[in-house]
């Protein structure tokens, strides 16, 4: 075979298969198709692959669970549909059992080695086991009788059509493996009605950068629990703030699970980027609702220090710097001798009375280099003494 011809038909191949990943969906029935069980390994059994669903005497109605509200002491009878859709007849188990809220959020149902002992033991079928043909479907009727003493408020359950397999494993050993598929069962019976919902811890921790303009990871977790009697649902978001309250970060609403009464449930936010601005408060919000209602919000903060080290070495540095320059300044000036002032220094006796005796005497006339002709016969004849007479002509 030539390589052009290699290449025609992996073209062709490629976009049949196009072409089929891209066809639309045919159209969806009115009533909602039943989910396959998981098919079982390929165990002496045999494969199985079942659906479980609400139904009635005849047939499917439409439900996607089963939904009621009933007074204390009350009951009814209802339908539930299995759907064999396997090539052999099938054995299934079934039974009603509690439903709780798994630790990631989701919908469960308790083990089949643990009793129920609220819905799912209020739910009654005539049988245990029940046989279906190949390809066939069967309504099983079910007695739903709710207790007098039934406390109000939402209680969760299923109807579970099971099938125990033996699967060979990879290393030859024979295991019995129970396959489940239920229709979930809501139930509210009639009373007061007490949605609450509270925030329990807040944890907040800092992953403090070197450096302070990079930003940091602020991580907060927070448990909420279901304290009221009802389903609980809305969504919760987490604003960080600064000191004096200024905000840094805020994340978006994040969807909540469906939390059945007295669950709990753990929400984990991771914010990037927050700078270390000495104290990180982290404010959660939450805005639960209830099948009926939306609740007031709840609000619960914690904190976390976040220091800027690198700017607080540096401001410690500068600050020691400065204290050592005033330090030595300061041993300098201590061990400088001191230049006392003239004007405040006292003089000798001797010389302060010869000044004086100067100052009162008046300037010395200077001395003569020579004898002075008639200085001492007085004045000159014809010369008048008086020092201001004009001079003779």
């Known amino acids: 075979m030539s390589l052009r011809t290699t290449l025609i038909r992996a073209s062709a191949v490629l976009a049949a298969a196009l072409l089929v990943a891209t066809a639309p969906p045919a159209p969806a029935p009115a009533a909602p198709a039943p989910s396959p069980g998981p098919a079982a390994g390929g165990g002496e059994t045999g494969a199985a692959r ?164 990079g930003g940091g990871d602020l991580v907060v977790r927070y448990r909420l629990r279901n304290d009221g009697n009802v389903r ?62 939306a609740l007031p919000p709840v609000v619960r903060t914690a904190g976390v220090w976040a220091p800027p080290w690198l700017l607080l070495a540096l401001l410690a540095g500068a600050a020691g710097w400065a204290g050592l320059r005033w330090w030595r300044r300061k041993a300098a000036a201590a061990g400088r001798p001191s230049t006392p002032d003239p004007a405040d220094t006292p003089r000798p006796a001797a010389t302060a009375a010869a000044a004086t005796g100067a100052a009162a005497a008046g300037p010395t006339p200077a001395a003569a280099t020579g004898p002075t002709p008639g200085a001492a016969d007085g004045p000159a004849p014809g010369a008048d003494p008086r020092p201001d007479a004009p001079p003779a002509r």
């Not at 047939?59 to 007074?71: C, E, S, V």
């Not at 609980?232 to 840094?248: C, D, L, N």
């Open 50 to 213: 079942w659906a479980v669903q609400p139904s009635s005497a005849k047939g499917p109605t439409g439900r996607n669970y089963f939904i009621y509200d009933l007074a204390p002491g009350s009951t009814l009878t209802d339908h539930v549909g299995i759907t064999n859709l396997g090539d052999r007849p099938v054995t299934f188990d079934v039974y009603g059992t509690d439903a709780y809220t798994s630790t990631d959020g989701a919908f469960a149902l308790l083990p089949a080695d643990r009793p129920a002992t609220d819905v799912g033991s209020w739910i009654r079928v005539d049988r245990r086991e029940w046989t279906v043909p190949a390809g066939k479907r069967v309504d099983i009727p079910f007695r739903l009788t709710v207790p007098a003493n039934a406390t109000p408020g939402d209680h969760t359950g299923g109807v579970i059509g099971a099938v125990a397999r033996i699967r060979t494993t990879a290393d030859g050993q024979r295991v019995l493996v129970d396959q489940r598929l239920a229709a979930r069962v809501y139930l509210r019976v009639n009373g007061p009605v007490r949605p609450a919902v509270t925030v329990e811890a807040v944890d907040v921790s800092y992953d403090n950068p070197v450096n302070p303009f």
């Open 232 to 293: 609980i649902g809305g969504s919760g978001t987490v604003t960080v703030r600064a000191p004096f309250g200024r905000e840094q970060a805020r994340t978006a609403p994040t969807d909540l699970p469906e939390l059945l009464p007295g669950a709990t449930f753990t929400v984990t936010e991771r914010i990037t980027g927050v700078p270390p601005l000495l104290r990180l408060t982290a404010e959660v919000d939450i805005a639960a609702t209830s099948t009926d209602t």
